[in-house]
């Protein structure tokens, strides 16, 4: 089965600087990406994903890259603000799947510090 | 406007105690699912329903067993509850069939003594 690895599991970096944050994934059905932010006290919301046929999505200040050779994909957060302090989940499914074949990876908690 | 709502938010159980967690969402959505979460293992998928009626395993399916009777509502029962499955539980629904989004909600903290 699909195995997802993120790294890395604590981030802080000051308001204003870039946040990066990786994933690795092993099954190369895989095509579809998400990533999922969760706030203190609340469940997931999905922030951007990227399917194969694209190598790189931005909405705003989030942008996500797609390296299906190397089999790794990125969430970049440029001009990180105080709201942006969580936990960020990236996943990795193969499209012709149902949502029950998402594997999650383990999760990193990015600070933004003033 | 609630989306997907689960109760209770937190429950305490003894070690061997049975309970059951309800799951309500209000889109109109034909997929739901159970999740727990745990520190440093992300989410991981319990079991899962693709319509009112059905159910299927996921990952971790071994202690849980769940219900679909209604299409807004999904169960997820403990029968004898485990140390091991002190947990957060998130439940989730979404629209699609093939990947897509997972509108999940708060979560329910449980923890077995």
């Known amino acids: 089965g699909e195995n997802v690895e993120q790294h890395p599991s604590t981030l802080s970096v000051q308001e204003g600087d870039s946040a990066v944050i990786k994933c690795t994934y092993s099954?190369?059905?895989?095509?579809?990406f998400p990533w999922y932010k969760q706030e203190l006290g609340k469940g997931p919301q999905l922030i951007i994903d990227?399917?194969?046929?694209?190598g790189e999505k931005k909405d705003q200040r989030i942008a996500v890259t797609l390296n299906k050779t190397a089999k790794h994909f990125s969430l970049h957060i440029t001009e990180t603000q105080p709201e942006d302090s969580a936990v960020y989940f990236c996943?990795?499914?193969?499209?012709?799947?149902?949502?029950?074949?998402?594997?999650f990876g383990t999760g990193t908690r990015l600070q933004v510090t003033l | 406007n609630a989306g997907v709502t689960q109760t209770p938010k937190f429950r305490v159980l003894k070690t061997g105690q049975s309970m059951t967690l309800l799951c309500a969402q209000d889109?109109?959505?034909?997929?739901m699912y159970w999740y727990r979460q745990d520190p440093g293992m992300g989410l991981r998928l319990i079991h899962y329903?693709?319509?009112?009626?059905?159910?299927a395993k996921g990952e971790v399916p071994d202690g849980y067993n769940v219900s679909r009777l209604k299409k807004q509502n999904f169960l997820l029962g403990l029968e004898s509850a485990a140390p091991s499955q002190t947990s957060v539980y998130f439940c989730?629904?979404?629209?699609?069939?093939?990947?897509?989004?997972?509108?999940f909600g708060e979560g329910s903290r449980l923890t077995v003594l």
């Open positions: 329903s693709v319509g009112e009626g059905t159910t």
């Open positions: 990227i399917r194969s046929n694209v």
């Open positions: 996943a990795a499914s193969p499209h012709t799947g149902t949502a029950s074949k998402l594997t």
């Open positions: 989730a629904s979404s629209v699609l069939v093939s990947a897509g989004e997972l509108f």
């Open positions: 099954d190369s059905a895989s095509n579809y």
């Open positions: 889109m109109n959505h034909e997929y």
